[in-house]
C-alpha cells in the first residue's frame, strides 16, 4: 500500500504544483496629490515619498512594475524603476484583475502601483488582508503579499 502511495505521488506533476506559488508582491496607492484634480502630477511631498520607496526596495528582489494609465502612479515607481532600470507596464485603472493576473503570473516579485479605490481589492484578490477604503490623506503604505501572508510598512519623504 505504501509503495502504491509513493509511486502515485511520484505521478504528480511538479508544474502544477509549482504553479500554485505566488510571488511577493508590493502594493502601492500613488502618492501625495492635489485634492480633486483630474490627472495631477505629485506634489514635492508625493516626488520625496517616491524617492523613498526606491530606497525602501534597496536590497529587495524586484523584477516588474506595473501602474496605471496616470501620472501620479508613473510617477509614484519612476524612481524606483529607474534605479534598476526596470520597463514600467501600463495596467488600465479599470482593470485590476487584468493587473492582479500578470502579476500572479510573474516569476519574481512585482509592485502594483493603484489608486485609493482599488488598492483594497488587488490586496484582497493577491490573498491578503484587504487594507480599510483609503481616504485622499491616505499615502505612503505599501502592501507586501506574500505566501497568504499580508504586511504593511509605511515610507515617508
Not at 502612479?73 to 532600470?85: E, H, I, V, Y
Request: net charge positive; proline share 7%.
Amino acid at each position: 500500500m505504501r509503495l502504491t502511495l509513493i509511486a502515485l505521488a511520484a505521478l504528480l506533476p511538479l508544474p502544477a504544483l509549482a504553479a500554485q506559488e505566488q510571488p511577493t508582491i508590493h502594493v502601492v496607492r500613488h502618492f501625495d496629490t492635489p485634492k480633486g484634480e483630474k490627472d495631477p502630477d505629485l506634489l514635492p511631498q508625493g516626488v520625496g515619498r517616491a524617492e523613498a520607496l526606491a530606497r525602501w526596495f534597496r536590497g529587495k528582489r524586484l523584477c516588474a512594475i506595473l501602474v496605471t494609465q496616470y501620472k501620479r502612479t508613473r510617477q509614484t515607481a519612476a524612481p524606483t524603476a529607474a534605479g534598476r532600470s526596470i520597463a514600467i507596464q501600463s495596467y488600465d485603472a479599470a482593470d485590476t484583475a487584468g493587473a492582479v493576473a500578470r502579476a500572479k503570473a510573474s516569476a519574481c516579485p512585482v509592485l502594483i502601483v493603484g489608486h485609493s479605490n482599488t488598492v483594497p481589492d488587488i490586496v484582497e484578490t493577491l490573498g491578503g488582508t484587504r487594507p480599510a477604503d483609503l481616504k485622499h490623506e491616505d499615502f505612503g503604505d505599501v502592501w507586501t503579499v506574500a505566501e497568504g501572508k499580508t504586511a504593511q510598512t509605511t515610507v515617508a519623504p
